[in-house]
């Protein structure tokens, strides 16, 4: 079964501090990935997303994920974490159409300490 | 550009009655575009998947008359609750795809829908 699971439901992280933030996928085919961004009572706003190519894809904000087709891991990093950066991450994947659904993961909510 | 609007961001109705939500692509033509739901602080469930010109796919144990979805242009899909009850209050995003470059699912900025 098509399943992302988002071990880390809650992260606190020290401002300026790194942040790893973790996703693992199950999906049969090759999959599109992404991460996306939700502040309270918003819509989601793209992050980054791995079609094909360089494992390693860059974002917006500073952002950055790797995939690694062995361990089905998409992880989401950012060297130095700022306060607005508090908010919903979920990831997603879709199959390699771009009229195909979305599946995300349960999300992980991160919290910036100053 | 990929930019998807959608109308109204918040919307308060009484028990019995019936809502629309509009979910428009402002710069780009969507032949699909999705409708989720989002309970607090859980992740999106999708419910359907809105084709243009045709009927709605919707997700097991989504009911598609309580949820009607039309999408009859390529730049504009509807979700109407109808007979909205309280357990209907949610938060509905919807989302679209850039066919031409498939830049990836642009979403709406959602619609929160209170049933007093």
């Known amino acids: 079964a098509q399943s992302v699971t988002q071990p880390d439901i809650h992260i606190t992280v020290s401002e300026g501090a790194s942040l790893e933030l973790r996703c693992n996928y199950s999906y049969g085919a090759t999959p599109y990935l992404f991460w996306y961004v939700q502040s309270p009572g918003q819509g989601l706003q793209l992050l980054l997303k791995y079609f094909s190519g360089d494992t390693l894809v860059q974002g917006i904000k500073g952002f950055e994920a790797e995939f690694k087709r062995s361990q089905s891991s998409f992880n989401l990093r950012k060297p130095s974490v700022h306060w607005s950066d508090a908010a919903e991450y979920f990831c997603?994947?879709?199959?390699?159409?771009?009229?195909?659904?979305?599946?995300f993961g349960q999300g992980t909510t991160l919290q910036v300490k100053p | 550009g990929a930019v998807v609007s959608q109308h109204p961001s918040w919307v308060i109705c009484k028990s019995g009655t019936s809502v629309k939500i509009e979910c428009r692509s402002l710069d780009f033509q969507a032949t699909t575009m999705f409708w989720y739901r989002q309970f607090p602080k859980q992740s999106l469930m999708l419910m359907a998947t809105?084709?243009?010109?045709?009927?709605?796919?919707?997700e097991q144990g989504v009911e598609k008359d309580k949820f009607l979805i039309n999408h009859a242009s390529l730049t504009l899909s509807t979700l109407t609750v109808t007979s909205a009850h309280p357990e209907d209050s949610s938060f509905y995003i919807c989302s679209a795809s850039d066919m031409d470059s498939y830049k990836g699912y642009t979403f709406g900025s959602g619609t929160r829908l209170t049933v007093v």
């Open positions: 809105s084709n243009e010109g045709s009927k709605a796919t919707y």
């Open positions: 997603a994947v879709g199959a390699a159409s771009n009229t195909g659904k979305l599946i």
